[in-house]
């Protein structure tokens, strides 16, 4: 019984002893560095991007190294903070779980700014400006000012995007899903369809790149913002690349990069 009793009593010691450490962590937290600063000492931005979603970022069948829009912008980016970039590729799926849980210290890869991402992460100011935009023939005398007017026509889409969503959501239009771009541009090219609906980055840089007899139309949805998203907390690391994007703008580094990808200076609000 004794000896029970002399561990029961240095169990309660213990668990007291532990509890009252537990609370001297929370009445006295370290306070972490900076992001920036942990960034400057280490040289290197960790940035992290889908790899697979071209022109923003893909991976160059050539050289075999990243290339696009994003990895343009995290170039600039880190040569304005004097460090170098380490390029990280993931699932767009775990992107956002992954800087949650610091696999990396940013994400440069089309993340749009919305209220829901806002609570859980900071934004750079915005560095992309884009809305959905159709594609019609290059002869085509019909004109559709929204998807209103496509009722009782054929519009493709890419299978599961947001397109898709926004164009089933209006009654009277039949709709076509492919895997690709490609496969749809070909179809709206031989009259199969009567229209494909795209992000307006995605339609310049198609047209810019393709022979096939096809032509910007409306814009049809609202504009969407993307910014380099980062864990909170940072405010110096804020700072610091809301200034490194005023500098690329200032001396036109950051819209040449978007005429180099799109044809188009998508940097500011239209």
């Known amino acids: 019984m004794h000896i029970r009793f002399l561990n029961t009593t240095r169990r309660a010691l213990l668990s007291t002893a532990a509890l009252a450490a537990g609370l001297a962590v929370v009445a006295a937290p370290v306070r972490a560095a900076d992001l920036i600063d942990t960034v400057k000492a280490r040289g290197t931005l960790r940035i992290a991007m889908e790899g697979t979603y071209p022109p923003f970022n893909f991976k160059d069948a050539k050289t075999g190294q990243l290339a696009g829009y994003d990895v343009d912008v995290a170039k600039l980016v880190c040569a304005k903070l004097g460090v170098q970039p380490e390029f990280v ?96 541009l070909q179809d709206l090219a031989f009259g199969r369809i009567d229209a494909a609906l795209n992000d307006s980055l995605m339609v310049a840089y198609l047209l810019k790149n393709s022979q096939l007899p096809i032509r910007a139309g409306a814009r049809v949805g609202d504009v969407e913002r993307t910014g380099i998203a980062f864990r909170k907390g940072n405010p110096k690391f804020h700072a610091a690349i809301d200034k490194a994007l005023d500098e690329a703008r200032a001396d036109g580094s950051l819209k040449q990069v978007s005429l180099k990808w799109f044809g188009v200076d998508a940097t500011h609000a239209p």
Not at 89 to 106: C, R
Not at 130 to 144: G, K
Not at 156 to 171: T, W, Y
Request: net charge positive.
């Open 89 to 184: 590729t993931t699932e767009w799926a775990a992107i956002l779980a992954g800087l949650a849980a610091g696999k990396y210290d940013a994400i440069v890869s089309q993340v749009g700014i919305t209220p829901r991402r806002q609570q859980a992460f900071d934004f750079s100011q915005p560095y992309t400006y884009s809305a959905p935009q159709l594609i019609v023939r290059r002869n085509e005398e019909a004109t559709y000012r929204s998807l209103a007017d496509l009722k009782g026509r054929t519009v493709g889409v890419g299978q599961g995007s947001v397109f898709e969503q926004q164009v089933r959501a209006v009654p009277g239009i039949e709709v076509k899903h492919y895997p690709a771009a490609p496969e749809n």
